[in-house]
């Protein structure tokens, strides 16, 4: 049974930075492309980014322009999202999502699998 957990969320202060981890248990994961996205109160669930399962990045350049960092670690079974310089506008739920295949997609239909999300509040 695939599982997707994430954790590292809160509530911070704008201009603050989280870091938010992935655990994913039950696929390949070093098989997988892993995407980040996000859903705030009366919006539609974002992509935030993404990264294939060799290491290449995609992100929200719109949304993140340069903020956030994603990574992987293939050894731990674990995504990353260091979140940097944080502004209210990025309070959401964020989730983790886990694509069979090689390359990024955007859309959440292009993900199989997903955790049940992790909070972020950033106050100004």
């Known amino acids: 049974q695939v599982q997707l957990v994430e954790s590292g969320g809160g509530a911070v202060q704008a201009g603050g930075s989280l870091r938010l981890s992935c655990a994913a248990s039950g696929l390949t994961f070093s098989s997988y492309s892993m995407g980040w996205f996000r859903q705030a109160p009366g919006k539609e669930r974002e992509f935030v980014g993404g990264i294939s399962w060799i290491g290449v990045r995609r992100y929200n350049a719109d949304s993140v322009k340069g903020r956030f960092t994603i990574s992987r670690d293939n050894l731990k079974n674990t995504l990353y999202l260091q979140m940097n310089s944080l502004k209210p506008e990025d309070t959401a739920v964020y989730y983790c999502?886990?694509?069979?295949?090689?390359?990024?997609?955007?859309?959440?239909?292009?993900?199989?699998?997903w955790g049940q999300g992790t909070q972020v509040t950033v106050s100004s």
């Open positions: 999502a886990a694509r069979r295949g090689t390359d990024i997609a955007t859309m959440t239909t292009g993900y199989d699998y």
